[in-house]
């Protein structure tokens, strides 16, 4: 049985790892994020997603990006009966931690299938501290 695969294939494990690592990637997020000096940009590829179905939150120092996609695809003959009927359904996330951010200036776009965050950083004040005499 093992000569039908290629010889790369000829180890089921080796396979089905290959097979489940093209399954995952075709499945991740890709994600660039760029810092400047004053806030970091992401982006994220969302080909197909609406913009309705996208949430990204901030909390706990932690940026999140969640998407939903579903398609259905039908195929009826001439009197309307299914010859074919399939639904997909694909649920994405990714989460970064990104610690002080200027959460109440968050801007997100969403254009042509490409998610872009603009997340300013907080403008941290050195505090000299107070000099306490000894007695």
């Given at each position: 049985?093992?000569?039908?695969f290629?010889?790369?294939?000829?180890?089921?494990e080796?396979?089905?790892?290959r097979?489940?690592?093209?399954?995952?990637?075709?499945?991740?997020?890709?994600t660039d994020?760029?810092e400047?000096?004053?806030?970091?940009?992401?982006?994220a590829d969302?080909?197909?997603i609406?913009k309705?179905d996208?949430?990204?939150t901030?909390?706990?120092?932690?940026l999140?990006?969640?998407?939903?996609?579903t398609?259905n695809?039908?195929?009826?003959?001439?009197?309307g009966?299914?010859?074919?009927?399939?639904?997909?359904?694909s649920?994405?996330?990714?989460?970064?931690?990104?610690k002080?951010?200027?959460?109440?200036?968050?801007?997100?776009?969403?254009?042509?299938?490409?998610?872009?965050?603009?997340?300013?950083?907080?403008?941290?004040?050195e505090i000299?501290?107070?000099?306490?005499?000894i007695?």
């Amino acid at each position: 049985m093992a000569d039908l695969f290629p010889r790369s294939f000829s180890d089921g494990e080796e396979m089905i790892g290959r097979l489940m690592n093209n399954f995952w990637q075709d499945r991740s997020l890709a994600t660039d994020i760029k810092e400047f000096d004053s806030y970091y940009e992401v982006k994220a590829d969302l080909p197909g997603i609406n913009k309705e179905d996208i949430k990204v939150t901030y909390a706990n120092d932690t940026l999140t990006i969640r998407a939903k996609h579903t398609a259905n695809n039908e195929e009826k003959d001439d009197d309307g009966h299914y010859l074919r009927r399939e639904r997909t359904s694909s649920t994405y996330e990714r989460s970064f931690a990104m610690k002080d951010i200027d959460e109440e200036n968050i801007k997100a776009t969403f254009e042509n299938g490409v998610l872009t965050l603009e997340l300013p950083k907080k403008i941290v004040k050195e505090i000299h501290g107070k000099d306490i005499p000894i007695g």
